[in-house]
């Protein structure tokens, strides 16, 4: 019986990684109370669309910054 092995490589190379500071973009984001528990599969819904709408909003904002620091 012969087995197959195989070895590793990582291979690295430095990358320029644009620096974004992160705190005006969520100071600038309403408050959302996500430590809540659903009862019925309405209030589910409404925590997923919340939750949802909270990261497309930060997603927006962070396509924002991105491109006023290009």
């Known amino acids: 019986m012969q087995g197959c092995t195989s070895k590793e490589t990582l291979i690295t190379t430095p990358v320029n990684k644009p620096k974004i500071d992160f705190k005006p973009i969520i100071a600038e984001l309403s408050i ?3 430590n809540r528990t659903a009862k019925t599969e309405q ?3 409404l925590m997923a669309w919340d939750l949802y709408t909270y ?5 927006l904002k962070l396509k924002g910054v991105k491109k006023i620091n290009e």
């Open 43 to 45: 209030e589910a819904s």
């Open 32 to 34: 959302m109370d996500f």
């Open 55 to 59: 990261i497309r909003e930060l997603e």
